[in-house]
């Protein structure tokens, strides 16, 4: 295998082993084969198809990624994503395979010594699945950069791992920053980790919480659910119909009741626990006067704090809402945007009335089933009717922006219309303003204690920042050599203090920073002596990939924009520079 | 490197035989001042070999703990799947090359998302043995032991023998019964304070979807995996009746016809139970599913449902599984070699929304069935039937038992009041769960002595009447 290029790519091993397998079952129909496959990859990616569907899994296999660096960080990186299918990558590195990698790097042998890293790491990652494909440049990163800067525009993400110097990083966000690339810079040093997600603008479309408060628009019913709960009367039930109604038009009944007799909704948690008391007393009772035990009844007891009164926009879609891009549709605007904006006039308009689009989901209840089946299709009818209402509101937008009517499709807008709560848009600042003069990165910079984790991360990042800094004064990471490595930690304590004072740290941050504090931190940095611990770069690594399955689908919500780990005392900071 | 390839194989135990003393290591190589150093493990010997700040008192910095961490430490690691994989290939990075890893599955088409050291050529082969070769290959310095059984397969002597022992395994019972072995291991002087030398640190990892969880044990000392019980999520046990009757959700649907219609239709022959890596069975499932579902107007069988909700599937991906697994990897690394304080003693992790962790400390509970010394009481009513307390003890949150077999003393004789797990004892035992207590010759404060599957050691209950 010969070095690769993206824009004339060379034969890969996988392509070559992918060819050779076409070759082998030319005699089976193209039908049949592609059936067979599909089937496989089903089986093959089950567990993770789980969570982020098919169209998921078609996102991530049509990504390509750029790694730079096939450092211990960047091969477990790449690891992660190669095992549920990447579409490509591309690892740039220009090291050769030493001996130090060989006690750190998974994705090296040591029939590779003196190699190139890269290919080595190509090829034992590609051997892994022969459904991704890959290939390398041996390139340094500093002449990609200075030379072939719309190289980096071919790939969804591009990832830096371990890079040293923060001027190669910026120079790297400043080809990707304007075309809207996300960088994913990290860094496994010693026992120490970093991880920043550098993304201008990101749209997540299903943020998929895990616990969130569903709007079943008790309070503010649509007029076919009023009708449902108008069809059923409590008075005229069998026992057995009383204790079977779901707890949904339970709620919606004794919520006019006590509207009618109090004039408004409970709105307050005194209100709410007394609303809750007056649909027990709802409860049937035996000849005794004994309530029986009703498990809907129950179950709508439950649900009153969470279910009643919570009918309102939730805050992050009141911002998409007042968003710029949401007003200033042009017909450059993301599809996101324009979406955004038809469900805005969707939620402030008529159909609306103050609510977002129906989502359609019921979660299970205690219920005959045909009352729940009955429940759930006139929600689903509901969410459907809102859909299509904001479609016709995408259609006039796309017209009024001169951009095809069919720009985007009913199917996809029903997706977002069914998820309007969790839509998600996700901007970090660039490197640029965390790197460059005049950077607010102070700000971030807190804790409460020396003990307090969040201190104690800020004050790792601080050091990885003088770590940089010693590098580009001394071309070497300190404590490289063991003779000088007490005589480097002083230095470096000198330049954490330096970038301390630079930025301007908060006077509390001063104050627990005192020379010993730093001088302790520096020194444990430079016993790492620039190496990486493999558990390190383990758990940066799979911190990082999911990071970059969140960005190529859509799906889950970032982190913005910068995650510290401890490996000292197990623990994660995570600071929007 | 691929497995197969037998040449790649030689040529690294060439390698492992090299001698890396200083005339086979470049010049760049070479750290004058530095106690001699394999140049391959650069990164554990700095930290190993250097003064820390911020380190433990009680650390050494000394070539000693190099090499105990290298030929002496003798690691155990519980399980070849997802979190297995990684915990290998973490270890040996780390410098371990004492490894052992039981694991009595084999592999599956489904694995190869996450548990990178298998190939499809290995589908049916042994976790166990397939991931030992794997990391002999790749890194001939380090030797690990496969053993393809199960860990109740094992006694103490062979639990003795390892300095610390990880834990990566998806059955909460499992881990029930490791943590119940190393607490039997426990020896206490005459002040009730334990042996340290028969004390096994325990790391246990855990991942489901995008969240995991890391928690670090020494039995005896500090709280173990059964003192915070009541945390592991109960089975999704759907009601009989809403299966029978009133189906609202798909999964109701599959239910019933695993739980009612197979028993009567009994499709693949008399005595032929489910069997969810058989895909004509789950075919079959799904169909009369859909029928079912068809039936209520219920939407949303589909053959994955129908697998998920028979296999009971637990979502898993490659990136959590690194980052637990790397967690833990490092807790065995600390203590291993005391640099710095252990995990106290519970890591939580989720990347769902942006990146969360945080870690917290979990108090021995005093109750705990499984290190408390407490005798262990359950309350029953006598006229409460055996099977009446069986179900006790299966449901009770500190007991969660799976299928407890009881012994007692009636009349200071010894009786089999049930035993589950032998067929010819069950039998002869059976009429027994109908009987009420006292007509079995229960008094109050009767002692019993259970065996479940949850744990290597018999328990003690008193039972207790109001
Ligand atoms: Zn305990």
Known sequence: MKRGDVDHPSATAAEEASSAKRQCTSGLSLAVVMEQSADHKTKKYDRQLRLWGDHGQAALEKARVCLIGATATGTEILKNLVLPGLGSFCIVDSETVKMGDLGSNFFVTAQDIGGFRAEAATRLLLEMNSDVKGQYMTDTLESLVANRPSFFQHFTIVIAADVPSEKLLLDLGRILWPVGIPLVACRAYGLVGWIRIVCREHFVTESKPDNFIQDLRLDTPFPELVALKDSVDFGAMTKKAHSHVPFVIILLAFLEKWKTLRGSLPTTYQDKVKFREFVDEGRLKNDDGIPLAEENFEEACKAVVKTVGVSKVPDEIERLFRDPACDNLTIFSPKFWIVIRAIRDFTVGAEGAGHLPVSGALPDMFSDTESFVHLQNVYKAKADSDAAAVYAKVCQLNRDLGLSEDFISLSEVKYYSRNAAFLRCVRTTSLEEELGEGSSVAAGLTGFSVDDPDFRNSLWYVMLRAVSHFHNQTGVLPGLEHKTYEEDAVQLKVFAQKFMKAVGVVDGFRELAGDEVVARYAREVARFGGEQVHSVAAFVGGTVGQEVIKLITGQYVPLNNTLVYDATACTTSTFQF | ?466
């Open chain 2, 1 to 466: 490197m691929a497995l197969e390839d037998g040449a790649n194989g030689d040529e690294a135990d060439a390698i492992q035989g090299m001698d890396y003393g200083d005339d086979n290591v470049s010049a760049d190589e070479v750290d004058d001042g530095a106690p001699q150093q394999d140049p391959r493990y650069k990164s554990i010997s700095n930290l190993i070999l250097r003064p820390g700040a911020m380190t433990r008192q009680d650390f050494e910095p000394c070539p000693e703990l190099l090499d105990f961490i290298q030929n002496t430490c003798k690691v155990l690691i519980v399980g070849a799947g997802g979190l297995g994989c990684e915990l290998l290939k973490n270890l040996a990075l780390l410098g371990f090359r004492d490894l052992h890893v039981i694991d009595m599955d084999t592999i599956d088409l489904s694995n190869l998302n996450r548990q990178f050291l298998f190939r499809h050529n290995d589908i049916g082969k042994s976790k166990a043995e397939c991931a030992a070769n794997f990391i002999n290959t790749r890194i001939p310095s380090c030797t690990v032991t496969p053993y393809c059984k199960r860990i109740e397969d094992f006694d103490e002597d062979f639990y003795r023998g390892f300095s610390v022992i990880v834990c990566g395994l998806d059955s909460i019972v499992a881990r029930r019964w490791m943590n119940g072995m190393l607490l039997s291991m426990v020896a206490y002087d005459d002040e009730g304070n334990p042996d340290p030398t028969t004390v096994k640190p325990l790391i246990d990892g855990g991942t489901e979807g995008f969240k995991g969880n890391v928690r670090s044990v020494v039995p005896g000392i500090t709280a173990c995996l059964e003192c915070s019980i009541d945390l592991y999520p109960p089975a999704v046990n759907f009601p009989m009746c809403t299966i029978a009757h009133t189906p609202r959700l798909p999964e109701h649907c599959i239910e019933y016809v695993k739980v009612l219609l197979w028993p009567k239709e009994e499709p693949f022959g008399a005595g032929i139970g489910v069997d969810g890596d058989d895909p004509k069975h789950i075919s079959w499932i799904c169909g009369k599913a859909e029928d079912r579902a068809k039936e209520f107007g219920i939407e949303g069988v589909t053959y994955r449902l129908t697998l998920g909700v028979i296999k009971n599937i637990i979502p898993a991906v490659a990136s959590t599984n690194a980052v637990i697994a790397a967690a833990c990897a490092t807790e065995v690394f600390k203590v291993a070699s005391s640099m710095y304080a252990p995990l106290d003693n519970y890591f939580l992790f989720n990347d769902v929304d942006g990146v969360y962790s945080s870690s917290f400390s979990y108090e021995r509970n005093p109750e705990c069935l499984a290190c408390s010394q407490k005798p262990q009481l359950i309350t029953a009513k006598p006229l409460d039937t055996l099977q009446d307390l069986i179900d006790a003890l299966k449901e009770h949150p500190l007991f969660q038992m799976r299928s407890p077999g009881i012994t007692t003393k009636i009349n200071g004789k010894s009786k089999t009041l049930y035993m589950p797990n032998v067929p010819m004892l069950e039998a002869q035992t059976r009429e027994n769960l109908e009987r009420s207590l006292a007509d079995l010759g229960f008094l109050d404060g009767q002692e019993l002595v259970v065996v479940d599957v949850t744990s290597p050691t018999a328990r003690v209950l008193t039972v207790k009447f109001p």
